[in-house]
């Protein structure tokens, strides 16, 4: 069984998000800054009337983005039944992609990452690290945490 990604970019890092979670993608998109809050989180989108989180890849991550925030594209996902926006540099193309390329993550992952990570496919001439939204969202918010593997066909939906 395949599942459908969608590929982006943080700095040269390549990431995806299974694509069924995608609501929509945007360029430009201004958000208001919260007072207080956590570095990754740039702050409260307003979309069509609806107050939307938007968190930076690259700081959640503890990666080195290549872009202005200005620049960047915020891909709206689906987390627990509501939407939030991730900042990342870039969007790539959607891929089909097997469980006979996927490997779960190294224990030696950073923990920063690891809580977000459910594993990489091996492409011809990249990694592709998956990045469960869910996953993210919940350690974030000290409601789990990730101490077995995840196995790639039962993301959460």
Known sequence: MNISYLTFFIGKNQFCIPAERVLEMNRNTDYTSVPGAPAAIKGILNLRGQLIVTF????????EGSRKLSEAVSIIVDVDSSPISLLVDGVGDILSLGADTFERPPNNFPLHIRNAVIGAHKLADSLLVVIDPNLLIQYLTGKV???????????SP
């Open 145 to 155: 945490e990730i101490s077995t593997p995840v196995d790639p066909l039962f993301i």
């Open 56 to 63: 930076d890849m690259s700081s959640l991550l503890g990666l």
